[in-house]
Nanobody, 123 residues
Framework: QVQLVESGGGLVQVGGSLRLSCLVS???????MGWFRQAPGKEREFVSV????????SYSDSVKGRFTISRDNAKNTVYLQMNSLKPEDTAVFYC?????????????????WGQGTQVTVSS
């Protein structure tokens, strides 16, 4: 069973930055990796995804230009650098792994999930 452990969440002021990390128990080079988030009372939504090699990335419109996804397959770790944070970014952020090469933005196409890390942006 693949295990994913997120870290790096916390409380930050508007305009601040955080970097989330996701440590995977297996070789990340086998998986497309994604970040999703879920705010209270809302559905889980796509944030960003990165291909197995790291060459291809995609972002939701709401975070494009502010967030950057990256990966270090040698460390089995995926990152989400979040800049210019807004109150509407407040959510639990989840890391997810998808077996195979196809990039997806749909949460139910990902096979493995972390427990989530809380990000709170205060105004």
């Amino acid at each position: 069973q693949v295990q994913l452990v997120e870290s790096g969440g916390g409380l930050v002021q508007v305009g601040g930055s955080l970097r989330l990390s996701c440590l995977v128990s297996e070789r990340t080079s086998s998986y497309v990796m994604g970040w999703f988030r879920q705010a209270p009372g809302k559905e889980r939504e796509f944030v960003s995804v990165i291909s197995r090699s790291g060459v291809s990335t995609s972002y939701s419109d709401s975070v494009k230009g502010r967030f950057t996804i990256s990966r270090d397959n040698a460390k089995n770790t995926v990152y989400l650098q979040m800049n210019s944070l807004k109150p509407e970014d407040t959510a639990v952020f989840y890391c997810a792994a998808r077996a195979g090469a196809a990039i997806s933005k749909t949460w139910d196409e990902f096979n493995y999930w972390g427990q989530g890390t809380q990000v709170t942006v205060s105004s």
